[in-house]
């Protein structure tokens, strides 16, 4: 099963767009986290936002996560090439295992 | 920078043969984590593991799926017999806690004929 949907399914831009991907969740939870994963590669994480925090910044990224709501954003800004993946969202919940569920993914291209 | 090793990287096999995948977590990670992703799709949970122990494996199909990780350490994953739909990536993750950063191997693509 999987908890988190990300929107939209895929997004095309030029090099030096932000992109802006969305996630929402169905279940109250600890953490949600972002990962990127290159074609065929393995997944690697790129943040983590705690369920008491709101914004989270590393580099050129930028998350949101607003619980009111059930969602959580990832802007990439000034975006390059080498950003083309899929990213997904995955979300820690309350009282269970504290596994990750992961979402279907926003899979992006940016144009050179 | 320490990884998490899988292998094999490729793996074709006849429908009702045996087959079976390694994963080395990073060196000190108690938890680790068998995934499944179907192309198209975010990785689901098989199993995981705190140390030798099985802590989730709600998702496992359990009439073919095996898992162990004998001493805490290193893991296999095991399928008898494969069958056409068990086609799909099948990563590996570690961490240092549950429900916090994962560390994942490049996985293993596994062709079902």
């Known amino acids: 099963s999987q908890q988190g949907e990300e929107d939209p399914q895929a997004l095309s831009i030029q090099e030096g767009e932000n992109a802006t991907m969305n996630c929402s969740y169905k279940t109250s939870i600890n953490n949600l986290q972002w990962y990127r994963q290159n074609s065929g590669r393995g997944l690697v994480h790129l943040i983590l936002?705690?369920?008491?925090?709101r914004e989270k910044h590393s580099g050129r990224l930028r998350v949101t996560l607003d619980t009111s709501k059930k969602s959580s954003s990832l802007l990439i800004t000034a975006s390059r090439a080498a950003d083309t993946a899929s990213y997904f969202c995955?979300?820690?919940?309350?009282?269970?295992?504290?596994?990750?569920?992961f979402g279907k993914g926003t899979k992006l291209t940016v144009n050179p | 920078e320490a990884e998490v090793a899988q292998s094999p990287r490729y793996k074709i096999t006849e429908k009702s043969q045996a087959v079976a995948f390694w994963c080395d977590p990073i060196?000190?990670?108690?938890?680790l984590y068998w995934y499944r992703q179907i192309l198209g799709q975010g990785p689901e949970l098989l199993v995981q593991?705190?140390?030798?122990?099985?802590?989730?494996d709600s998702q496992l199909p359990k009439d073919r799926f095996s898992a162990e990780r004998l001493k805490g350490v290193d893991s296999t994953l095991k399928i008898q017999p494969a069958e056409l739909g068990d086609s799909a990536m099948y990563l590996c993750?570690?961490?240092?806690?549950?429900?916090?950063?994962?560390?994942f191997g490049p996985g293993t693509r596994l062709t079902v004929t």
């Open positions: 995955a979300t820690s919940t309350q009282g269970g295992s504290e596994k990750l569920v």
């Open positions: 060196s000190g990670h108690a938890t």
């Open positions: 593991f705190q140390d030798e122990s099985v802590v989730d």
């Open positions: 936002i705690r369920s008491n925090e």
């Open positions: 993750a570690s961490s240092w806690l549950g429900n916090g950063e994962q560390y």
